[in-house]
């Protein structure tokens, strides 16, 4: 089977839209996990064996907060806590090798 793959161009790249949503008490985990999320996305949809991923563009489309006031013994130091919900749009660079597991 893989003389079938001797002397063939197999990288492929294609631009892929997908939309993922995450949670965190800050924009920074949430940013992160937006990606993680991403690539877990990726690799799930794609069953060919990925090289290389490139977020090219980035949409926030929906931004939640939601904050509460939180006291230490129900009455002293209050403090803010905000926990933020974000949806996102990102189109994606993949870069993939056109095999599949039954050519390996």
Known sequence: MLNNLQNKQLLKEISHELVVT???D??????GKLFQNMRK????????PI??????EVF???VDTKSRTE???LLFWPREKVAYTITAKIVVK???LDI?????
């Open 94 to 96: 993949v870069k993939y």
């Open 26 to 31: 800050s924009l920074e985990s949430v940013t």
């Open 51 to 56: 090289i290389q991923m490139e977020a090219e």
């Open 60 to 62: 926030f489309q929906k």
């Open 100 to 104: 599949a597991k039954e050519e390996l």
């Open 41 to 48: 996305q990726i690799f799930a949809e794609f069953r060919k």
């Open 22 to 24: 995450a949670s965190g």
């Open 71 to 73: 006291h230490f013994m």
